[in-house]
C-alpha cells in the first residue's frame, strides 16, 4: 500500500471512534489466543476454522470502520483542497486490497 499524500496524515484522525476500535481490538485479541488454545487442545479442525472466519470477520468490520472514518475526514478534506484525484486512487488501492481476499 502506498504511504498516505503529503500532508495529509492527521494523527488521531479517527479519535472519535478510537475506544470502538480499541475495544475490537482487544476482543479479536482474545478470540486469537483462544483459537490458539484449540489448536493446543487439538480441537476438531472445522471449529478452530470456524473461530479463524470469524476473528477474520471481525478485522474486516475493524477495517471497514478506519476506511469510513478515512472517506469521512481525511478524502473529503482533500477534495476540499482540490486534491481529490490522489485520495481516491489511495482509497481505490485499499479497496482492491481488501477484495482480493
Not at 68 to 84: F, M, P
Given at each position: 500500500?502506498?504511504?498516505?499524500?503529503?500532508?495529509?496524515?492527521?494523527?488521531g484522525s479517527y479519535q472519535a471512534t478510537k475506544p470502538e476500535?480499541?475495544?475490537?481490538?482487544?476482543?479479536?485479541?482474545?478470540?486469537?489466543?483462544?483459537?490458539?488454545?484449540?489448536?493446543?487442545?487439538?480441537?476438531?479442525?472445522?471449529?478452530?476454522?470456524?473461530?479463524?472466519?470469524?476473528?477474520?470477520?471481525?478485522?474486516?468490520?475493524?477495517?471497514?470502520?478506519?476506511?469510513?472514518?478515512?472517506?469521512?475526514?481525511c478524502v473529503a478534506d482533500g477534495v476540499r483542497r482540490g486534491?481529490?484525484?490522489?485520495?481516491?486512487?489511495?482509497?481505490?488501492?485499499?479497496?482492491?486490497?481488501?477484495?482480493?481476499?
Amino acid at each position: 500500500m502506498s504511504t498516505a499524500p503529503a500532508g495529509t496524515h492527521r494523527r488521531g484522525s479517527y479519535q472519535a471512534t478510537k475506544p470502538e476500535l480499541l475495544q475490537r481490538f482487544r476482543k479479536v485479541e482474545g478470540q486469537v489466543a483462544g483459537i490458539a488454545r484449540m489448536v493446543e487442545e487439538e480441537r476438531y479442525c472445522p471449529e478452530v476454522l470456524i473461530q479463524i472466519r470469524s476473528a477474520t470477520a471481525a478485522l474486516d468490520q475493524i477495517g471497514y470502520l478506519l476506511l469510513r472514518e478515512h472517506l469521512a475526514h481525511c478524502v473529503a478534506d482533500g477534495v476540499r483542497r482540490g486534491e481529490g484525484d490522489r485520495y481516491l486512487d489511495e482509497v481505490m488501492e485499499v479497496v482492491r486490497g481488501f477484495s482480493r481476499r
